[in-house]
């Protein structure tokens, strides 16, 4: 603020790892009143907007990611791939839920996804799904962090699914079952200086066979 002015003297200056108390001396040196009076102000600063088209960067993301599962699974497992349009749309609302959990804290939307997901997904079928932060849109290094990730499942996956044992991509990847239907949804959330948040979440849903 215009009041005073603080130093960071921390080896590091990452926001995620530096220490934002400013109370504390040992973290952040005090700029004396004087110190302040005698400083050139800074000029203002302009952030360029975000230049790229959102939506269009979202389908041919999913596009690419799709193509790329496929083939993974064909190599990898010699199985087939079969998309569903349908899950990925009810998808969206959960990663806007993320990012704005991520920006605020605060959760909501939750109950209404999973009420969303559970009347979509028919009797004695298993619905999976896995979310994803990244911040670069790179499919390739997308599904490089999907196989060697040992993430679970979200919490809302799991609980559609009453609990259970949470499932990493690569399990998630590797479905079969019947009637098995995969989906990939993309949502970027555009920040100023062509930097962005990108969320992706993959999904399956099948009826496990005996």
Request: glycine share 6%; aromatic share 10%.
């Amino acid at each position: 603020n215009d009041k005073e002015l603080f130093a960071n003297v921390q080896p590091v200056d990452l926001i995620e790892t530096c220490n934002w108390n400013f109370a504390d001396q040992r973290k952040w040196k005090l700029f004396t009143p004087e110190a302040i009076r005698v400083l050139t102000p800074a000029p203002p600063v302009s952030l360029f907007p975000y230049s790229g088209n959102r939506r269009s960067q979202e389908i041919a993301l999913e596009s690419s990611l799709r193509k790329l599962v496929k083939q993974y699974r064909k190599d990898e497992c010699r199985l087939g791939t079969v998309w569903s349009d349908k899950l990925a749309y009810r998808l969206g609302p959960a990663l806007a839920a993320y990012e704005a959990e991520r920006c605020t804290g605060v959760t909501f939307g939750n109950m209404e996804f999973q009420q969303a997901i559970k009347r979509h997904i028919p009797v004695g079928h298993v619905f999976k799904a896995i979310p994803f932060h990244f911040n670069h849109r790179s499919s390739r290094r997308m599904l490089a962090s999907f196989l060697g990730s040992s993430r679970k499942e979200g919490r809302d996956a799991q609980q559609i699914r009453n609990g259970g044992r949470g499932v990493t991509a690569t399990d998630l990847l590797k479905s079969t079952g019947d009637s098995v239907r995969f989906a990939v949804r993309v949502r970027i959330f555009p920040f100023p200086e062509d930097t962005c948040a990108t969320w992706v979440i993959l999904a399956v849903k099948y009826r496990e066979v005996d």
